[in-house]
């Protein structure tokens, strides 16, 4: 099949991951891939490189950018349109938000050939959510029901996707299916020596037998950085031991180390910046357990990567949270809730052999779950049901 993916930037994400991966496997299956992108413009970092050698072709749109802007819309739209028209694909896919839209319509448009290629859209995340105002709700909610009657089917990265999608209108369930986010598996489940543990642990100050909360999440609004920094603050004077390791960089992040310094935790609140893909698994193996606390997310991969490392996880109970995280693999918190957080914290800081036996159970629910193959089987079936082909 010749399929065209659009995503609107090639930054560290989930959702750009779960894209790059997608289109290396179904290039290996034997499809002609094209990856239509944005720059990867912003502060988080980039993976464009990842996308180099992989089998399948990579195309920049310069205009397309993740703020609205009039100008940069029509200009990516109709270059989108040109590009389309020039590779006849069977099928487009397009992924979050600018390009789901812009990509979608577009894609929908193409007359040239005797029928248009079948629209696919993924859900990594919803635009709508309860932390901004009806008014902008409204209108998101507005415009992705314009873009699902041009949306022949939807791929949700988790079932919570589906159910909020559908309850506001947003195309009708018989047009999704769920396919979680694939990870590049092998990164994870190798085992890191202990002695590369302790080098990672010593280049941030932290002791061999601290017990280290991790977090890997952009420091920006609605990560929930702050519910751990206020946690901290209780847990700290209980455990002297206790490290927590914020991995990832963003707009907030002056603000939550002045927020450390002020609250007298310099010392036990440390900061990775951003760090390549690759040493994402080293960061959570030489950890003890991750700590979650996002408002918002469609299925948060620090979960599974976590799971991956036989690592617990503590996370807010948000939209695709509770489909990986259980009493068996970690702990599910009402989110906001410091009193909660503390004492789901205080009880895994205690119990080194129930870290471990989560850690464990948490490896095992995922492992087929997250796998490539597992996630493309999926969306190949979608193609093929689209198309007619058996």
Avoid at 344 to 360: F, T
């Amino acid at each position: 099949m010749k399929v065209v993916h659009i995503i609107t930037r090639l930054i560290l994400g989930g959702a750009q991951e779960n894209t790059i991966i997608t289109c290396k496997v179904l290039a290996q299956r034997g499809h002609d891939v094209t990856l239509i992108t944005g720059p990867a413009l912003g502060p988080e970092g980039e993976l464009f490189n990842q996308t180099q050698g992989q089998g399948y072709k990579i195309m920049v749109v310069n205009r397309l950018r993740r703020a609205i802007n009039p100008y940069n819309d029509t200009v990516s739209y109709l270059k989108l349109k040109k590009l389309l028209r020039q590779l006849q694909p069977d099928i487009v896919h397009t992924h979050s938000a600018k390009a789901g839209i812009l990509g979608r319509f577009a894609g929908y448009k193409l007359k040239d050939k005797n029928s248009r290629p079948k629209v696919v859209h993924t859900i990594h995340g919803l635009a709508f959510h309860p932390y901004q105002s009806d008014v902008l709700n409204k209108f998101y909610i507005a415009v992705e029901k314009s873009a699902a009657k041009r949306t022949d089917f939807f791929i949700s990265v988790a079932d919570a996707m589906t159910a909020q999608a559908t309850a506001v209108g947003i195309g009708k369930p018989e047009q999704y299916v769920t396919a979680y986010s694939a990870i590049d598996e092998d990164d994870f489940l190798a085992p890191i020596s202990q002695q590369r543990k302790n080098d990672f642990r010593r280049k941030y100050g932290i002791d061999e037998d601290a017990v280290v909360l991790v977090t890997v999440a952009r420091l920006f609004m609605l990560k929930g950085h702050e519910y751990i920094v206020e946690s901290a603050k209780e847990l700290s004077k209980r455990f002297e031991n206790c490290i927590w390791l914020f991995v990832g960089d963003g707009n907030l992040s002056e603000h939550y180390k002045q927020q450390a310094r002020k609250l007298g935790l310099a010392d036990r609140i440390k900061f990775t910046g951003l760090l390549p893909p690759s040493q994402i698994s080293l960061a959570i193996q030489s950890s003890d357990l991750l700590v979650h606390c996002s408002l918002r997310e469609g299925l948060a991969r620090t979960l599974p990567q976590a799971m991956l490392c036989g690592r617990p996880a503590i996370s807010f109970d948000v939209d695709g949270a509770r489909e990986v995280v259980n009493e068996n693999t970690g702990r599910l918190i009402e989110p906001k809730n410091v009193e909660q957080l503390i004492a789901a914290c205080a009880e895994l800081i205690e119990d080194e052999s129930l870290r471990i036996k989560l850690g464990e159970q948490g490896k095992e629910s995922v492992k087929e779950k997250f796998a490539p193959d597992t996630m493309v089987d999926t969306i190949e079936e979608v193609y093929r049901k689209l198309l007619g082909k058996k």
